[in-house]
Each structure stands twice: as C-alpha cells, then as structure tokens.
C-alpha cells in the first residue's frame, strides 16, 4: 500500500513538473492549440487563427487566451467547445467581441 502510494506520489509529481516546463516555453502557438483541443474543422482552426491575431494586435489579452486553454484543455470531452464559448464569455465581460 506505501508503495502504491509513493508511486501514484511520483506520477503526480512528474506530472506537475511537465505542466510546469510547458508553462516556461511562453506563448502558445495556433498548432500547439489546434492539437491539444483536438480540432476538426476549417471553422475551429479559423477561430483559433483569429485568436491569435487579436492577441497579436493586443486586442485580447494573452493571458485571457492562455488561462482560457489551461481550462479548456482539462475537460474530457468537447475540449474546443469548452475554449470558445469560454473564452466568449470572457471576452464579452472585458467588452471585446469575439
């Protein structure tokens, strides 16, 4: 059982530290957000184009995209949905129409 335990403790741990590492390489790329949202179509790929040109012409703010995606990315289904209407919402509280 303790070593179930420290192992399921270990696993966690690498975990974490690999979120971390992903963390520090900086701003998201389109592809990197493409794969892990798991889009399928011209339309998600498009959204997530003009994403990053708002955040490219300091329209959106980075960080908004970037907290947005960390969530989205954590649901087990439906993880592009999650990002957009997400991110939607949050743009429209900050007066920014997406």
Do not use: C
Not at 23 to 38: C, F, Q, R, S
């Amino acid at each position: 059982m303790v070593r179930l335990q420290l192992s399921l403790m270990l696993v966690f741990m690498l975990f974490a530290g690999s979120e971390m590492r992903g963390a520090e390489k900086g701003p998201l790329d389109a592809n990197t957000i493409k794969v892990a949202l798991h889009t399928n179509t011209a339309e998600e790929n498009g959204f997530i184009d003009r994403v990053l040109a708002l955040v490219d012409r300091h329209v959106l703010p980075l960080d908004m995209v970037e907290s947005t995606f960390l969530w989205a990315r954590k649901k087990p289904h439906n993880k592009f949905q999650y990002f957009k209407r997400g991110l939607i919402l949050r743009a429209q509280q900050q007066g920014i129409g997406l």
